[in-house]
C-alpha cells in the first residue's frame, strides 16, 4: 500500500526530512534497526512504536526510506496525542503538531520558513565515501529479489521503473543513474547494476553529486553476496 504524504504540511515534512538525517546514523539514506533507536525518544511504549514500523514499512521492506519515515513521525506524533495509531489518521496531520522527542529541538510554528535541516544536507564526496555497507547490501538484494519477478537474474526497465520513479528525482538524473549502473550497455541490471543504482539514488537524495565514472570503492563493495537472508521483521 502506497501512503500519500502529500496531505503533510511541506514545513512539517521539511521538519521530518532534517530528522531523518539525524535518526540515520550510519549515513545509507535508510532507518533500518541500527537506527530505529530513535523511535524511542518519542517515549512511547516498545509495543506501540512497533505498529508504528509496521505501518510504516508497509512494503515489509526491513528498513524505512525518507517518505515512510515522515508516515512514521506523523504515526508517532498521533500516538503522543493519546489516540489510535493507524494509517487513516495520516490524514489529520495538519491538525497535530510534530511529536515531542528527547533531546530534539522541537517544531517552531511561528516560523514562516520550513525549519533549517540541523547539520547541511549536502555533503562532500571523497573515494572512500562511495562504498556499500553490508547492511544497504543486504536491503538491495532484498528488493532485487522483489522485481525480478521473472527471476532471471536482471531488472529490466520497467521492472526498475516503480523504484526509480519513487525516488522523485527528476527523469534526467535517473536517466544518468541508470547510464553509469548499466555497464554493459545491455539494457538491463544484473544484481551488482541494481545495487549501483539503488546506492546513486540515495546518494544524491542525500545532496551527494553523482560520479561521472564509477569509483572503484563502489564497484568493489557492490559485488554480491552469496547468502541470501530470512524476510525482515519489526526492529522494535
Known amino acids: 500500500m502506497n ?25 545509507d539514506g535508510v532507518i533500518a534497526k541500527t537506527d ?16 508504528v514500523w509496521q505501518l510504516s ?14 508516515v512514521a513521525m506523523s504515526l508517532i ?18 491538525q497535530i503538531q510534530p511529536p515531542r522527542l528527547e533531546g530534539v529541538t522541537a517544531f517552531e510554528t511561528t516560523s514562516t520558513q520550513p525549519p533549517s535541516p540541523l547539520y547541511p544536507t549536502i555533503q562532500t564526496t571523497t573515494e572512500t ?17 522483489r522485481y525480478d519477478e521473472d527471476k532471471d537474474g536482471f531488472i529490466t526497465g520497467p521492472q526498475a521503473r516503480q523504484i526509480f520513479v519513487s525516488s522523485a528525482l527528476p527523469l534526467p538524473v535517473l536517466a544518468n543513474i ?7 550497455k545491455l539494457n538491463k541490471l544484473d544484481l551488482q547494476g541494481f545495487t549501483i543504482a539503488c546506492y546513486l ?18 564497484l568493489n563493495s557492490s559485488k554480491p553476496e552469496t547468502n541470501i537472508t530470512s524476510p525482515p521483521t519489526s526492529p522494535l
Open 36 to 51: 530505529a533507536q530513535f523511535f524511542k525518544k518519542s517515549g512511547l511504549p516498545n509495543s506501540t512504536l512497533g505498529i
Open 77 to 94: 506524533s498521533v500516538a503522543q496525542k493519546g489516540r489510535e495509531v493507524s494509517l487513516d489518521c495520516i490524514s489529520d496531520v495538519a
Open 129 to 145: 565515501e562511495w562504498t556499500v555497507s553490508p547492511e544497504k547490501k543486504k536491503h538491495y538484494f532484498e528488493l532485487f529479489q
Open 201 to 218: 539514488i540515495d546518494a544524491k537524495l542525500k545532496g551527494m553529486e553523482l560520479p561521472t565514472t564509477l569509483p572503484d570503492s563502489l
Open 3 to 27: 501512503i500519500d504524504i502529500s496531505v503533510i504540511p511541506p514545513a512539517i515534512q521539511s521538519y521530518y526530512s532534517s530528522l531523518f538525517q539525524i535518526a540515520d546514523e550510519d549515513k
Open 178 to 184: 541508470w547510464s553509469l549502473s548499466d555497464r554493459g
Open 57 to 70: 514499512d508497509s512494503q515489509y521492506k526491513g528498513f524505512l526510506t525518507k517518505d515512510d519515515f515522515i
